[in-house]
């Protein structure tokens, strides 16, 4: 099973160029599945035994399947479809020395800047395009070797191996092409072509720079995975996975990627944003649910926010918290934070561990060193919006936020079954700080 979840994780990624992308490509494999596509902007009709997938923006996905009218709660599990790299900005072409043509890009997130140079890049997003009397969104991938950023020579700059500041408008346009002099194909006439729209018709565009190098299966016995765009679609395909491969339980299995993790997640589309509110509670309302029912539906639930972890680095282990060390291919990681980053707390990391017991998928834990403030993720920010027992998980990877990361082979499959188990449960207060872990009983 390992090999075949490999195959296809680099499948997905490959066909996940930007967010725009992964949430069309889910939305393909939903349909495959039998799932029926819901507009936010229309009046839902949903049955007993129905599934269903929503998006907002074209850039986040939620996914779910009633299992009865009378469901117990939600079991949602939740990652982000974005990732670190360029923004192509508006008008981008830029000539130099009448000889070469790059173009204009900006930071998306926190990027490690040093792992994009002197590799094949390439350009896609989204581009707005009027049709008549409409306005269409249209999906476009340069689907080659198009970019570089080609580093300076050692010889002119004697420095770059003592550490370098980089200043992403100097150092990291991408070189796109040759100037030939006169007139001549724009970047953005490319991409219309490309498109096959017309480049009049093009009224708004959201570009991204990303990384072409396939994914690597490597080391001695072929246990790392590398590729670009592993924080968070691998846990994204996760979950994905573990959801479709799930049987009916009493709750509501609900699959949930947010867009804009990595900027904060403050946009209608964000971890802050209602669209998660707005949904489970629109699945209440549609079975005939007070707002009593809701909420009451909300403290049977339970979220995992699932997105990747920092492994112990082999060449760094000091940076490194000394009593919890994450290991590649040793297990899923619960995430936990003294100041809150994290939800992880004593409830809900024990609900999840009961449930990776049951999914025979071993456990780590990670907290940041004492004196080193972390990162932070969408589980506490969504939190604002949807008040559920929520724990933050990932997968141990190395070069987070790297144009190429690094996870474990074993790792991957460890989520998807515990995801698979999440999915089918239903978690319960019994009393006053008593809780159960329960699956409804296989026929």
Excluded at 396 to 403: D, E, I, K, N, V
Aim: charged share 25%.
């Amino acid at each position: 099973m390992e090999k075949k979840y490999v195959k296809e994780l680099f499948q997905f990624i490959e066909d996940s160029p930007t967010a725009f992308h992964a949430v069309d490509t889910m939305k393909k494999i939903l349909e495959r599945n039998g799932y029926q596509g819901l507009l936010e902007s229309e009046k839902w009709k949903l049955a007993d035994g129905g599934k269903y997938y929503v998006t907002r923006n074209g850039s986040s996905l939620i996914a779910f399947r009633i299992p009865s009218a009378d469901f117990k709660g939600f079991q949602i599990m939740a990652g982000h479809s974005d990732s670190p790299c360029l923004k192509i900005k508006e008008n981008p072409d830029m000539r130099v020395e009448q000889a070469y043509i790059k173009l204009d890009a900006e930071k998306y997130g926190g990027m490690l800047c040093g792992s994009w140079f002197d590799r094949p890049l390439s350009a896609a997003g989204r581009l707005m395009v009027r049709d008549n009397n409409r306005i269409r969104m249209k999906l476009v991938n340069v689907d080659r070797d198009l970019l570089m950023i080609p580093s300076l020579a050692i010889h002119m700059n004697r420095e770059a191996n003592d550490g370098y500041k980089y200043n992403v408008q100097k150092d990291m346009p991408p070189l796109y092409k040759m100037y030939a002099g006169g007139e001549q194909e724009s970047f953005m006439e490319m991409i219309a072509r490309e498109a096959g729209v017309k480049e009049e018709d093009i009224l708004g565009s959201d570009l991204y720079v990303y990384n072409r190098m396939q994914g690597s299966v490597w080391g001695a016995g072929g246990e790392f995975i590398s590729m670009g765009r592993l924080d968070d679609l691998e846990c994204v395909y996760s979950s994905l996975t573990g959801f479709l491969d799930a049987e009916d339980g009493y709750g509501v299995p609900v699959h949930c990627v947010y867009d804009n993790e990595e900027v904060g997640s403050s946009t209608r589309q964000g971890a802050a944003s209602t669209f998660l509110a707005d949904t489970l509670f629109r699945i209440c309302e549609s079975f005939g649910m007070s707002g009593t029912d809701y909420r009451r539906r909300l403290a049977l639930s339970l979220m995992a926010s699932a997105d990747n972890a920092h492994a112990v680095h082999p060449n760094y282990p000091d940076k490194s918290c000394p009593s919890n060390r994450p290991i590649i291919n040793q297990g899923i990681v619960i995430k936990f934070s003294g100041n809150q980053r994290y939800t992880s707390d004593a409830v809900s990391a024990a609900l999840f561990r009961g449930i990776c017991e049951m999914a025979e998928a071993p456990v780590q834990e990670f907290t940041n060193r004492s004196d080193m403030l972390g990162g932070s993720t969408l589980g506490n920010i969504s939190g604002t919006q949807v008040a559920v027992n929520c724990v933050d998980i990932g997968l141990p990877q190395l070069a987070m936020h790297s144009s190429y990361e690094t996870a474990g082979v074993k790792d991957l499959e460890y989520l998807i079954r515990a995801a698979k188990i999440f999915y089918e449960s239903s978690v319960e207060e019994t009393g006053f700080g008593e809780y159960r872990i329960f699956r409804k009983e296989k026929r």
